[in-house]
């Protein structure tokens, strides 16, 4: 199905409308719970349905949804295979496209109206990554639309993911490092073992762990 959205909020260009693709997987259980699992795709920008089911729950119904601008979604932002940011970016905004209406805030409101439009009193959010954020961000604003959330790799919205990458990734390396010499001063080391990152020294039955 398609949500269309037609608010100014919403709107990415003068008179357009965003259109949302939704595929609902409806439970087999005879009498299902009454709050389905709404799954927030990462990112941001995962084509959630292209990439995620078919699944079915024990007893609820999964809604899986393209978040603006993502998958089928209409309009979408995805750039061309071997085009530039720069004129990915330049060619969306000479198409007509208000690059400003596709934001956090947004999507949020998008999940608001996708449960009063589906008739649900409360959903649960499974959240990974940027959805994280984004389920965060529904938390904050409309509390009332939710029974349980799900976070998982948590984004939280003070984190500026790019400029993190370098600084998560090297910490993640020490710590693989720190639990790898820590094994090895549990074990006195037989055998050569070449690791990824650099060679360790490992009796042949072990496996470098943290």
Request: net charge positive.
């Amino acid at each position: 199905m398609r949500l269309a959205e037609r608010a100014g909020r919403l709107e990415p260009a003068a008179g357009a409308t965003i259109r949302l693709a939704v595929a609902i997987f409806k439970t087999s259980s005879p009498h299902p719970a009454p709050d389905p699992v709404l799954i927030l795709g990462g990112g941001p920008g995962q084509a959630l349905l292209e990439t995620v089911g078919p699944i079915r729950l024990l007893n609820r119904d999964l809604i899986l949804l393209d978040q603006r601008g993502a998958g089928y979604s209409q309009p979408s932002l995805r750039c061309l295979d071997n085009e530039t940011l720069q004129a990915c970016h330049s060619r969306l905004v000479k198409s007509g496209i208000n690059l400003n209406a596709f934001t956090t805030l947004q999507n949020a409101a998008d999940v608001h109206a996708l449960i009063r439009a589906l008739g649900y009193k409360q959903v649960n959010l499974d959240g990974i990554s940027y959805g994280t954020r984004l389920a965060l961000t529904v938390m904050r604003l409309y509390p009332a639309d939710l029974g349980n959330v799900v976070l998982n790799s948590v984004l939280p919205p003070q984190v500026n993911v790019f400029t993190s990458i370098p600084q998560a990734a090297a910490r993640a390396f020490d710590v693989l490092f720190q639990g790898c010499a820590a094994k090895m001063r549990l074990s006195p080391p037989s055998v050569l073992w070449k690791h990824p990152c650099k060679d360790l020294h490992l009796r042949s039955d072990q496996h470098c762990s943290t």
